[in-house]
C-alpha cells in the first residue's frame, strides 16, 4: 500500500517544545506522520492503555485500512491551533488536510485529538472521531457516483466491434426436437465459432428431453445464422441486453472481456475511485484502455450514519467521460480470418484438426501500405460475455466453471497466439536466409546450384553425422535440379539453404543471419503494449556449422512470432520498408465524445538491402504461386483471381507433429495486405495453412471462393515425417 507524505505546518510555538520529547503535540505529529506511512501498528502503540481496552488492533487497524482504500490520499498536512493542558489530560484542537489524487484536497478544520498521561508519556485517547468527526457510532466513508455507459470499440470504419447495450442470444436446443443434430452441429459451430467437437461432446451430456445452453450468440452472427438454427437445431432463443462483441469470439482475442474486479484489486481499484461490484476490463483493449472507456465519474466523498443520512461531504471529483477506442481493424476482415481458421479445424475435424492433433491456429492480416493491423485471430477462441457477471452460461455448468475450464484447457484458448506465442519458422525463415545469400554475393547472376535429394554437410564442418535430406525426398517426389537463388526459394530447396547457412557462418560471420533478422525486426517484441508480454523470439547466434544449417531452414533454436513474420513481409512486400505493424487509431471522436488522441503509423525503418537482392526475394516469392513445377502453393492457389506471393513453411516441433506457415502478400506488384497463418502441430504449410490464407485473401478480394481440400474430411490423418536436420517444404 503506498504511503502518503506528511508535512507539518505548525502555528503555534509551544511552550518548551523542544525541552521534551513527550509534549502532547510531538505525540500527535508522531501518530500523524505513521498514519502517513501507513505503518497502523506504531499508531497503535501511542494510543492509552484505556484506548487499547476499548478498540482491539486488528479493531483498530480494519478501520483506518478501510479509511484508506476509500481515499487516494498522496499527502497530509496538518496545523495546531491550540493546546490545552489540564493536569494529566491535554486536548490537541488542529486543522487537517488531506491531498487526495481523486477529491482534491479534502480539509477537515477544527479537529480534537485528546491525550492522557500515562507513566510520564503522553498517550492518545483514542476514538474513532480521530479519523473523521462522525465515524463513531457505525458512521462510514462512502464514495457516491454512478459511472456512464462504458464506451465502445470501433473499426477503422467506425463500425462496432464492441458495443454497451446491444443484443445478445443465449441458445438452447432440445435433442428430441431437433430435426437434424449432425447440420445442427455446423450451424452452432458457424454461429459460436466453436470446435464442432466440442458441441458434441456436450450434446452427450444430456438427455434427449432436456432443454440445455449451448452458447451466446450476438445479433449479427444469430441473424447470419438464423435459418440453420431454427431449421436444423429448432433452436430456442433468449434475448436480452449486455455489452456485445461483434460476433463474440471472432473479435474476443483482440478486445478482450470484461468482470468483476478481483478481491485482490479492489484497494488498487479502489484508490482509482472504483467500488465493488464495478466491471473492469480484464484483457486486451478492453483492459489496456480501461481509464478511457470506463473514464470516471463525478465522485462525492460522503460520511453518513447506519441510517443512510449524509452527515458531511468531506470532498468531490470531477469526472471524465468514457472515450470509445477506435482500431484499425477491419471487422469484416477479423470475422474472415477467425472465421477461416474455426472452419479449416471443423472440416478437418476427421484429420488434423482433431482435438488430439492440432492444438491451435492463428491468422493475421496487415495493410501492407502501412502496418495496420487489419485482423489479428487466435483459435480455439473464448466467449467474452462469460466474464461479465449478468451472463446466462452456461447451462449445468456454471459461468465460473466454465471459465475453469478455458483456464485449464491445454489447448491455451485464452492466450493470443498471433502475438503472445513463438514458433520455429521453418522454411518461411528462408526469406532471410535468401535474403543474407544474396547480400552476400556468393552466386553470380544466372548461376545454379544443383537442388538434388541429400546434401553432405562434411565439407562445411556439419558435424550431423549424416546427410541431409531434401524435404522431397521424405515426399517421395524427384529432384529439382539446377536453381538459381530465387527459384531455391520458390522450390524450398533444403540443400540450398543449408549450403547457404554453413557459408554464412564459415566466410561472413556467425552473427550473419542475427543482424538481418533483427533488421526485419525478429527477436524483439512488436510492442503493441496490449496484450500483455509479448513474443520476443528467439535468435541465438550460432555456435557451429551444424547449429548454423538448422537455423537456416528455420529449425534449431529460432523463434518467431506469426505477427513478426507479417511484420517482415511488409519489408520485402516494399521492398526495403519494414512498417511496423500497429493497432490503435484514435480515442474519443465518436458518440459525441471528445476527441483525445490520434494516431499515425509508426514511421517505417529502411532496410539498406541491394535491388538485386529485393528482385531475387520478389521473383521467387511470387513463382510459389504461379510455377507449376517446382512452386509449392502453386496447385492452391491455382484458381485465385489475384497473384499472391508468398512462402510456405513446416517446421519440426520435436516429436509432435509440425507447425504448418503460409505467409503472403497480394497483388504482386502492388500490395494491398499481407497475410500469415499459423497452424500448430498439424501437416505441411502448403497442404494447412496455404489453404487457410487463401480463403482469407479470397474474401478480401472477392471472386471465387476455394473451397477446402477434400482429403481435410475425407481421409484419416496421416502424421508427416521429417527426418532429423531437415524440414518441410
Known sequence: MRAFWLILLPALLLTGIARAQDEPSLVVGDFLTHWALRDYESMYSLLSARSQQLTSRERFIDQYQQVDQTLAAEALEYRVTETKLQGYSAALRYDLSLLDTLYGDIIDRGRTMRLLREGGNWRVAWSALDIFEGLGNGGILRSAGRRAPRANI???????????????????????????????????????????????????????????????????????????????????????????????????????????????????????????????????????????????????????????????????????????????????????????????????????????????????????????????????????????????????LSAGARIGQLVSDARRPLRNRSVQEQYAPGSVYKIV???????????????????????????????????????????????????????????????????????????????????????????DAVGLGIFGAEAEGSLPVPGSPAAAINNAIGQGDVQVSPLQMAQLMTAVASRGELRPAWLVRQIGGLDGAPLLESYDPPAPRKLELDDSTWEILHEGLCAVTRNSRIGTAEEVFRTAVYHACGKTGTAQTGGRPPHAWFTAWAPAQEPEIIVVALVEHSREGSEVAAPIVRRIMDDYFGGFREPWPEWWSELPYIPVEIPVGGTGG
Not at 436480452?240 to 471472432?250: I, T
Not at 554464412?504 to 543482424?515: C, G, I, Q, W
Open 433 to 523: 536466409t535468401a535474403a543474407a545469400f544474396a547480400e552476400a554475393g556468393f552466386m553470380a547472376p544466372g548461376e545454379t546450384f544443383n537442388c538434388t535429394l541429400t546434401w553432405d554437410g562434411a565439407p562445411f564442418g556439419d558435424s550431423a553425422g549424416f546427410a541431409r535430406v531434401d524435404w522431397r525426398h521424405t515426399a517421395g517426389i524427384e529432384a529439382t535440379g539446377p536453381v538459381t537463388t530465387s527459384e531455391a526459394l520458390t522450390s524450398s530447396c533444403d540443400p540450398f539453404f543449408y549450403e547457404a547457412g554453413a557459408r554464412l557462418y564459415n566466410e561472413r560471420n556467425p552473427s550473419a543471419l542475427v543482424e538481418l533478422s533483427q533488421a526485419f525486426g525478429l527477436g
Open 154 to 396: 470501433y473499426d477503422r470504419d467506425d463500425q462496432a466491434l464492441v458495443s454497451q447495450g446491444g443484443i445478445l442470444y443465449s441458445l438452447y436446443v432440445r435433442l428430441d426436437e431437433m430435426p437434424n443434430e449432425a447440420r445442427c452441429l455446423d450451424v452452432l459451430a458457424a454461429t459460436l465459432l466453436r470446435q464442432r467437437e466440442d458441441l458434441a461432446a456436450l450434446f452427450l451430456r444430456y438427455n434427449r428431453d432436456t432443454i440445455f445452453y449451448t452458447g451466446e450468440a450476438d445479433e449479427a452472427a444469430f441473424n447470419a445464422n438464423r435459418d440453420g438454427l431454427r431449421g436444423f437445431c429448432a433452436v430456442r432463443a433468449q434475448e436480452r441486453l449486455s455489452r456485445r462483441y461483434w460476433h463474440g469470439a471472432a473479435v474476443s482475442h483482440v478486445t478482450g472481456s470484461i468482470g468483476q474486479i478481483s478481491i485482490d484489486e479492489l484497494a488498487s481499484r479502489q484508490a482509482q475511485g472504483y467500488q465493488a461490484g464495478d466491471l473492469v476490463g480484464l484483457s486486451g483493449i478492453e483492459a489496456a484502455f480501461e481509464a478511457q472507456l470506463a473514464g470516471q465519474p463525478t465522485r462525492t466523498l460522503q460520511l453518513i450514519e447506519p441510517g443512510g443520512i449524509v452527515l458531511r461531504e468531506l470532498g468531490t471529483s470531477e469526472g471524465s467521460p468514457p472515450l470509445p477506442v477506435t482500431l484499425t481493424l477491419d471487422r469484416d476482415l477479423q470475422l474472415a480470418a477467425s472465421r477461416a481458421l474455426a472452419e479449416a479445424f471443423n472440416y478437418a475435424g476427421g484429420n488434423w484438426g482433431a482435438r488430439g492433433i492440432s492444438s491451435g491456429g492463428a491468422a493475421v492480416v496487415l495493410d501492407a501500405s502501412d502496418g495496420s493491423i487489419l485482423a489479428l485471430a487466435s483459435y480455439p477462441g473464448f466467449e467474452p460475455d462469460i466474464f461479465n457477471p449478468d451472463t446466462l452460461c452456461c447451462g449445468f
